[in-house]
């Protein structure tokens, strides 16, 4: 197994592009996650799915979209680029488990640098 | 929402020296995890334990529910143990996590 893949590693927008930050995982983990990490600080939630064709908000969800079409692909949609969304993004997945709790397995992360 | 907070924030040993991080909530929570993050940035799951104890290998972690805190021991360090160990936690069946601001840790040759 992959695990968890992301694309692109790195990428430099200017002010006012867009683009969708890819995420994949082939271990048929129903839930999926996006987070964004900021220097020297903690993850914080940007987006979530419990399965396909359902996505719910994180903590910081403004000026991002998400889709979940199939249990495999997760994409992160940015529109409109500021310098505030510059950071590190990570996606995870995990399987469901009686209770609700479950261990989130992550991808190697895409730096994101907004000029 | 719940707050999250470890301590130490930065730590540096010798190799084979042994070590204890602390993460404190301030509310109830049933969803408890601790991660590494390597020198590289990649995220790894060590434990997940929202009450009790569990181990692994040279790692071990302890929950204390009631008391709003979780521990993380690691026993005769490497330098591979060096990166940055967060604490995670969540309530009710809400998938969200909430994460602390991590404890920096170095190990020395």
């Known amino acids: 197994n992959a695990g968890v893949t992301q694309t692109p590693k790195f990428r430099i927008l200017k002010i006012g592009q867009s683009m969708t930050l890819q995420c994949a995982q082939d271990?048929?983990?129903?839930?999926m996650y996006w987070y964004r990490q900021d220097p020297g600080m903690g993850l914080k939630l940007i987006y979530y799915?419990?399965?396909?064709?359902?996505?719910d908000k994180g903590e910081v969800p403004n000026g991002y979209n998400v889709s979940r079409s199939t249990t495999e692909d997760f994409p992160l949609r940015l529109e409109l680029a500021a310098p505030s969304q510059t950071s590190v993004y990570f996606c995870?997945?995990?399987?469901?488990?009686?209770?609700?709790?479950?261990?989130?397995?992550f991808g190697p992360g895409t730096r994101l640098l907004v000029l | 929402g719940i707050q999250v907070e470890q301590s130490p924030p930065d730590l540096i040993l010798q190799e084979g020296a042994n070590s204890t991080l602390r993460c404190n909530f301030s509310?109830?929570?049933?969803?408890l995890q601790w991660f590494h993050q390597n020198p590289w940035g990649q995220l790894i799951n060590l434990f997940y334990?929202?009450?009790?104890?569990k181990q692994n290998g040279r790692l071990s972690a302890t929950t204390v529910a009631t008391e709003r805190y979780s521990l993380l021991y690691i026993s005769s360090s490497q330098t591979t143990d060096s990166g940055v160990y967060f604490c995670?936690?969540?309530?009710?069946?809400?998938?969200?996590?909430?994460w602390g601001l991590g404890t920096s840790l170095a190990v020395n040759p």
């Open positions: 334990i929202p009450s009790g104890t």
């Open positions: 995670a936690v969540g309530r009710g069946n809400n998938r969200k996590l909430i």
């Open positions: 509310d109830s929570v049933n969803n």
């Open positions: 995870a997945s995990s399987y469901p488990r009686r209770g609700g709790h479950e261990t989130q397995y």
């Open positions: 271990m048929n983990h129903n839930y």
């Open positions: 799915s419990v399965g396909a064709g359902i996505t």
